[in-house]
């Protein structure tokens, strides 16, 4: 089989890859420096070949006059990451289970509230339907909250993925990676080699597009955000704007949970951190 590098499509020459490094910072937010040139290589030659475009340089031009919407996101859309799991790092699960939950519904049952949560960088939906199954167990006694007053709202820049999201269906093999054979039974229905997650379950969980690195505006707060292996893929100043911005979305006494091995180091923030079990979260005590 011939290697990319050895067709002259496939040549990336460095001012291309300059412009494609800029363009996809400034389209996604995604920072790539020479050493991810293969990743551009690898994953956009086949825009090339659709587009019937001679090479990367003449990708580089047509991405960096931005006149063709279609192009442009089949770029953004090979070029994230979309990887995700049911209940992708259990112990943060565990952890949510165990302490950060009993304490938000207990506080919400006080008020009669709902509860809202946001799951920024969903990618495929797992992330929302595996927090939608955690939910479910805490609308049961001790615990007064109804079905209807808990909402988890997914979004993500991709839409590829967002589609896979709503439709809610996944192969098998895959759901049984991360879920019991309990939860199994009541949030999915079998369909051939695949299950699809049950109403029940997908009328708690909504799903929209949004790019957060582009201004952005609820118009709810929310009493968690998780945002989890998204922020990596930043620089520092697309990190601080994004926080800020999540940050004003956080109702007071609300929690941030990021992805296990992220953090909030370098940025300013009101947030204060607070461990429960394994999970490292960050609150918002105070209004701003
Ligand atoms: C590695 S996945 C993480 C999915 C999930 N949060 C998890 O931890 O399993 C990263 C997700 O962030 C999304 N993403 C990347 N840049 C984004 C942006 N600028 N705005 C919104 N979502 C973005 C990608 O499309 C991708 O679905």
């Not at 709902?114 to 927090?131: D, H, K, L, R």
Request: aromatic fraction near 10%; include cysteine.
């Amino acid at each position: 089989m011939a290697v990319i590098e050895d067709q002259p499509k496939g040549i990336l020459p460095a001012p291309a890859a300059h412009t494609l490094r800029r363009c996809i910072r400034h389209l996604c937010g995604l920072v790539l420096d020479e050493s991810r040139d293969y990743l551009i290589r690898d994953r956009l030659l086949w825009v090339i070949d659709k587009y019937q475009l001679d090479d990367f340089v003449q990708l580089a031009a047509e991405i960096d006059k931005g006149l063709n919407q279609r192009l442009t996101n089949d770029v953004i859309e090979s070029i994230l990451t979309c990887e995700t799991s049911f209940f992708r790092d259990p112990h943060i699960f565990e952890a949510m289970r165990s302490h950060l939950f009993p304490h938000l519904f207990k506080t919400k049952e006080v008020h009669h509230s709902p509860i809202n949560i946001w799951c920024a960088g969903v990618s495929t939906g797992q992330e929302a339907y595996s927090i939608g199954m955690l939910a479910t167990s805490f609308l049961e006694p001790p615990f007064g909250i109804y079905r209807s007053n808990v909402s988890v709202l997914g979004t993500d820049i991709s839409q590829n993925s967002l589609a896979i999201a709503r439709e809610g269906l996944y192969r098998s093999s895959e759901v049984d990676r991360g879920i019991t054979r309990d939860l199994r039974q009541r949030f999915f229905s079998q369909e051939g080699d695949h299950l699809r997650v049950l109403d029940d379950l997908r009328k708690m969980v909504s799903f929209e597009h949004l790019n957060m690195v582009n201004h952005f505006s609820h118009d709810r707060s929310f009493d968690l955000i998780l945002c989890r292996n998204v922020l990596i893929y930043f620089d520092q100043e697309q990190r601080q704007k994004i926080i800020d911005r999540l940050c004003q979305h956080l109702s007071t006494q609300g929690y941030l949970v990021l992805g296990a091995a992220e953090n909030l180091y370098g940025l300013s923030t009101v947030l204060q951190s607070v461990r429960y079990g394994d999970l490292l979260c960050y609150k918002k005590y105070l209004d701003g």
